[in-house]
């Protein structure tokens, strides 16, 4: 299978059709919270001084609820709120004052305003703007065409507002959120690799069929760890799209992108070496595989794992760092550490044959092994930084599953 070249799959598309997927991300921080309580308050008296709606509350309403941390997420936010808004309240304002307001009238345009929304390709948030504008504007009662394009015009002040509140000095990206993630990634994977060392061969009795060691649940959890890496990846890219305040942050994007897919290659084999030892040892058939040499292995991958990625509890190593030879022109201390690794991964699949019986009686403990120096291998494209990924597509398929 042809290895992949590039990560750009991982970033978000930045296209119009995909801004009207944005979804609410919450207040954020507390400078957040103080620029949406400015914007709703100059959304509320431009609306007082302009609108001549009756009930001039959806101004600051729509601002209330489409200022986000970021002027990309702001501007998804707004165009949902105006289309929605202005859908629902058209077209509830001529249903009503043509058959006026009863029950049946009164679900009719609900259910057709839902059935309408589920169609929409938009976020939740932004579907439903259809059926509540159209229960606001019938809860209200019958009005003029005039006062209810005067609500739709007061959405869009508000929305004008929130944009113009996020674009007059757009909140820089924070870069540190994602690194962070990236971090717990690369330890969560770190832990589960010492944990197998640490408990495999160390049960006080044989494990029967069916029951894990605990190390099996905790490689299931890496899932988890990735999806909240791709979501700070995620949220890292829509904060520096339209922001000219992020414009360095787009120039790191596809590295940041290529360092996530790694740390997703090696925690598909990861997963897969605690599959393997959790069928090999502790059980009643015992494991050709010694148990001292799997733990010297693990440690000896961990110890190359701090060279190639950094240490556990610090940031993720960037590109190249590790591979870099000493001043002196002496070869890198991750490449050694990696070179010794792999003889010893070697001379110990080497041995495992026992007299008078072929390879095939140890192919478990062999493939254990495997997945073990194909780890060693991913630690040091990360560091070497390859223009080339080592990991498949599979793998990527695998881990996103």
Same mark, same amino acid.
């Given at each position: 299978m042809a290895e992949s070249t590039s990560a750009s799959d991982l970033l978000p598309d930045v296209r119009l059709s995909d801004v009207l997927q944005q979804r609410h991300g919450g207040l954020g921080s507390k400078t957040l919270v103080a620029r949406l309580a400015v914007a709703v308050t100059v959304s509320w008296l431009i609306a007082g001084a302009v609108s001549q709606s009756p009930l001039g509350i959806f101004a600051p309403v729509t601002t209330l609820l489409v200022v986000q941390g970021s002027p990309w997420s702001t501007l998804g936010l707004s165009l949902q709120r105006i289309l929605g808004t202005g859908v629902g309240v058209l077209a509830a304002s001529i249903w009503v004052n043509l058959v006026g307001l009863s029950w049946w009238s009164f679900f009719l345009a609900v259910l057709a305003a839902l059935l309408v929304a589920r169609l929409v390709p938009w976020s939740i948030a932004g579907q439903m703007q259809i059926p509540v504008a159209v229960v606001f504007v019938l809860a209200l009662g019958a009005g003029s065409m005039r006062d209810d394009v005067w609500r739709v015009l007061d959405v869009v002040i508000g929305g004008a507002t929130g944009l113009?509140?996020?674009?007059?000095?757009?909140?820089? +990206?924070? +870069?540190?959120e994602f690194e962070g993630a990236l971090e717990r990634y690369r330890d969560a994977i770190l832990d589960v690799l010492e944990r197998v060392g640490a408990e495999s061969g160390s049960q006080p009795e044989m494990l029967p069929d069916?029951? #894990?060691?605990?190390?099996?649940?905790?490689?299931?959890? *890496?899932? /988890?760890?990735?999806?909240?890496?791709? /979501?700070? *990846?995620?949220?890292?890219?829509?904060?520096?799209?339209? #922001?000219?305040? $992020?414009?360095?942050? /787009?120039?790191?994007l596809q590295d940041d992108a290529r360092r996530l897919r790694r740390m997703g290659g090696m925690a598909v084999q990861v997963r897969g070496v605690a599959g393997a030892a959790n069928l090999l040892f502790d059980r009643d058939d015992a494991s050709r595989l010694p148990v001292a040499v799997l733990r010297e292995v693990i440690d000896r991958l961990l110890s190359l794992a701090g060279e190639a990625l950094g240490q556990r509890g610090e940031p993720v190593a960037s590109s190249g760092i590790a591979s870099a030879p000493a001043p002196n022109g002496d070869r890198s201390r991750a490449a050694i550490l990696s070179d010794d690794l792999a003889r010893f991964i070697r001379d110990a699949a080497d041995?495992?044959?026992?007299?008078?019986?072929?390879? $095939?009686?140890?192919?478990?403990?062999?493939?254990?092994?495997g997945r073990l120096d194909h780890i060693r291998q991913q630690m040091m494209v990360f560091a070497t930084w390859a223009d080339t990924d080592t990991e498949t597509d599979t793998d990527v398929e695998n881990e996103e599953d």
């Open positions: 113009i509140a996020v674009y007059v000095y757009p909140p820089r +990206p924070r +870069p540190h069916g029951v #894990n060691h605990a190390y099996v649940d905790q490689s299931r959890a *890496l899932r /988890q760890v990735a999806e909240v890496a791709r /979501q700070a *990846l995620t949220k890292l890219a829509e904060s520096a799209q339209w #922001n000219p305040r $992020g414009r360095w942050v /787009q120039r790191r041995e495992l044959p026992a007299a008078g019986r072929g390879v $095939g009686h140890s192919l478990e403990s062999v493939s254990l092994l």
